[in-house]
Nanobody, 123 residues
């Protein structure tokens, strides 16, 4: 199965942008539905966005629609999350996750996880 490593997090002012990356090992990256989740202190892990194996289908949480864009480059085994118009409430640890099968929105449906990257948005 794939192994996932996130990068690209950091500290940004409200209204700013960041692009997260998730590098995947293995040769079957395109077989996996990929997703981004986030977890703020004291809160449950929540769905952010997901993308199908070939990048044809995507799904976004209402809280990030129009601001975040999920994409993937299967030739580079990499998943991305472009974040624009960041708000303080976007502050969290962001995780990428993988599953074999259709898009799902619940963390329990994903069996492979990265270790996360911290995103902090200051007001």
């Amino acid at each position: 199965q794939v192994q996932l490593v996130e990068s690209g997090g950091g500290l940004v002012q409200a209204g700013g942008s960041l692009r997260l990356s998730c590098a995947a090992s293995g040769r079957t990256f395109s077989a996996y539905t990929m997703a981004w989740f986030r977890q703020a202190p004291g809160k449950e892990r929540e769905f952010v966005a997901a993308i199908s194996g070939l990048g044809i289908s995507t799904n976004y949480a209402d809280s990030v629609k129009g601001r975040f864009t999920i994409s993937r480059d299967n030739a580079k085994n990499t998943l991305y999350l472009q974040m624009r118009g960041l708000k303080p409430e976007d502050t969290a640890v962001y995780y990428c996750a993988a599953r074999v099968g259709p898009l799902r929105l619940q963390p329990a449906d994903y069996g492979v996880w990265g270790r996360g990257t911290q995103v902090t948005v200051s007001s």
